[in-house]
């Protein structure tokens, strides 16, 4: 099973943020799947939950980690994973 990385109270409540508030879906969507994988769900329940393609998820899910320092949560073009 995949799971994100852990990730600290502060990233969680930045993510939470995020996923309330950023203009782009898919920044939303990939800080929701990140939220999702810290609370135990597993790919597949995400990928349910978001009815999103589970290999997208699953790439945000491993190797990328979610500040927005690093530019993970920019928005990128249409059609882009």
């Known amino acids: 099973m995949k ?3 852990t990730v600290s109270k502060e990233v969680q409540q930045e993510l939470h943020k995020i996923y309330q508030q950023h203009a782009c879906f898919r920044t ?3 800080a929701h ?3 999702l994988s810290q609370r135990g769900y597993t790919l597949n329940q995400i990928q349910d939950i978001l009815q999103a393609d589970r ?3 699953s790439v945000g899910l491993t190797g990328l980690m979610p500040t927005v320092s690093q530019g993970w949560m920019i928005c990128h073009a249409q059609g882009d994973p």
Request: hydrophobic share 50%; no cysteine.
């Open 3 to 5: 799971f994100a990385q």
């Open 28 to 30: 939303r969507q990939r």
């Open 33 to 35: 799947a990140i939220l």
């Open 55 to 57: 290999d997208s998820i």
